[in-house]
């Protein structure tokens, strides 16, 4: 499965909240997202806490427990990320 296919099948559905300070995170651009629901929440349970992975190229992954973080250091993809917010 394609890395961006599998993003958006397990959180396509989360709610932008917004910027974050890059304390800490892989690369100085973090978005954080909040799921629709507890049940949507439970998709977080398939990563663990509080590490970052990578999600695909240029693009890093990490939860709470609460809500999903997405790194980068890429201008244009944080810009889509935020596209339509």
Not at 11 to 40: H, N, T, W
């Amino acid at each position: 499965m394609d890395p961006a296919e599998g993003m958006a099948a397990l959180f396509g559905s989360y709610d932008l909240i917004g910027p974050l300070e890059a304390v800490g995170a892989p690369a100085p651009f973090v978005l954080a997202y909040a799921p629709p629901s507890a049940r949507k929440r439970k998709n977080l349970d398939a990563i663990p806490r509080r590490v970052w992975l990578k999600a695909g190229p240029q693009l890093w992954m990490c939860h709470d427990g609460e809500n999903l973080l997405l790194s980068t250091p890429r201008r244009l993809l944080f810009d889509n990320l935020t596209r339509g917010a």
